[in-house]
């Protein structure tokens, strides 16, 4: 039984990173999913995979998973370097290539 801490990813449809900003503590699954033949649903028996704590910071995801002696690995996101433009951008003389409709 392994965890996963990580922070996730910034949504892609919001500007705003307000459920990016706390760490997620998840189980690893323990069996492979199975499709039900009568809906096709996928489910699967293990119950830890639903399983998904939020914690503020790092330290306190870490430790709870030391205190009750969870094998942990933590996943590091990497920061985007963000590259601010204007509309006005496009139209400056110094632009790299043609501007065409």
Same mark, same amino acid.
């Given at each position: 039984?392994?965890?996963?801490? &990580?922070? !996730? ?17 998840? #189980?690893? !699954? ?6 039900? !033949? ?16 939020? #914690? ?7 430790? &709870? ?6 094998? &942990? ?13 204007? &509309?006005?951008?496009? #139209? ?10």
């Amino acid at each position: 039984m392994t965890a996963r801490i &990580y922070r !996730p990813a910034k949504t892609a449809t919001q500007s705003g990173s307000a459920k990016a900003r706390d760490w997620i503590l998840e #189980f690893e !699954p323990e069996e492979p999913r199975r499709i039900d !033949p009568l809906m096709g649903w996928t489910g699967s028996g293990d119950m830890k995979s639903q399983v998904r704590l939020r #914690f503020g910071d790092k330290e306190e995801a870490i430790a &709870y998973a030391e205190r009750n002696g969870l094998a &942990y690995r933590v996943e590091e996101h990497q920061l985007v370097a963000r590259k601010i433009l204007s &509309y006005s951008d496009n #139209f400056k003389s110094t632009r790299l290539g043609q501007w065409t409709h």
